[in-house]
């Protein structure tokens, strides 16, 4: 991989609109990455996101850079508290969503680990532990979306 | 290791040219800034200021073999820049993989 970026792009069947509100709205944020996200999905809300764990939790900032629904959100993190989230002191993480045929090309990118410094890769890595936590979360989730299915 | 020291590592990596050094020393074993300068678009005197970077991120050892410096990759200190470099997007292959199943659940949820 290019060093300082991480790129992915992935397929996903459902609509644009509903993609872009799970990479969006801080309720369905929550649900994929922390335990609990305030933001506004308005351009430039600075927010933060919480991470629970036994020492008690992190607490990162997060800004709204960018919020053109359904086809791009973009929003800048890690920079410290109380400090406008510039380049040079943040991860600038971008999705764009591009439809396609019955679903959506999502393309992701996070940049400014060069410009942030090593760092942030390491509090990445500490986040790890926590990320294996979701598959708890997952089976719920595929058993709800199950008894949906079966109304229909 | 301070975060200085890890900032140095970061930034030392982040260098194009030096990411070819890198390439070249991982591929030759070892080089001196004369052969390193002899494969890329720099001059000598670029080569061996991109080395003082990189020895002091620790990616390279240097010792003395005849009249010139002869480097090499520092293995250790290389694994590890490799090592979080890789942890960092694993993190987001997971978040993503959730955004998918997610979204999916949704949509299926909607019809």
């Not at chain 1, 439809?99 to 410094?117: D, K, N, P, Y």
């Not at chain 2, 301070?2 to 591929?27: C, E, K």
């Amino acid at each position: 991989m290019e060093l300082g970026t991480i790129e992915r792009e992935l397929y996903i069947e459902a609509t644009p609109e509903i993609v872009f509100e799970v990479v969006s709205d801080p309720a369905l944020v929550s649900q994929w990455w922390p335990d609990e996200a305030r933001y506004e999905t308005v351009i430039g809300s600075a927010g933060e996101i919480l991470f629970a764990d036994a020492d008690g939790g992190k607490v990162e900032a997060l800004t709204v850079v960018d919020l053109q629904p359904p086809t791009r959100f973009s929003f800048r993190w890690t920079h410290p508290a109380g400090e406008e989230a510039v380049e040079g002191n943040s991860l600038l993480v971008t999705f764009e969503l591009v439809a396609q045929g019955q679903g959506t090309l999502v393309r992701f990118r996070e940049t400014g680990f060069r410009e942030r410094g090593w760092t942030a890769a390491v509090l990445e890595e500490t986040y790890q532990d926590h990320v294996h936590g979701w598959d708890h979360f997952l089976p719920r989730l595929v058993a709800y979306a199950a008894t949906l299915d079966a109304r229909t | 290791m301070s975060s200085t020291v890890d900032d140095d590592l970061w930034s030392a990596l982040g260098d194009p040219t030096r990411r070819q050094m890198l390439d070249l020393l991982l591929s030759a074993g070892s080089g001196t800034s004369t052969s390193l300068s002899e494969r890329l678009p720099v001059s000598r005197q670029a080569v061996a200021k991109h080395l003082a970077v990189l020895l002091r991120a620790g990616l390279v050892q240097g010792r003395t073999a005849g009249r010139e410096r002869l480097y090499r990759i520092d293995e250790e200190q290389f694994a590890r820049a490799l090592a979080q470099l890789n942890a960092v997007s694993t993190a987001w292959d997971s978040r993503l993989r959730r955004i998918k199943r997610l979204a999916e659940a949704l949509q299926k949820g909607d019809q």
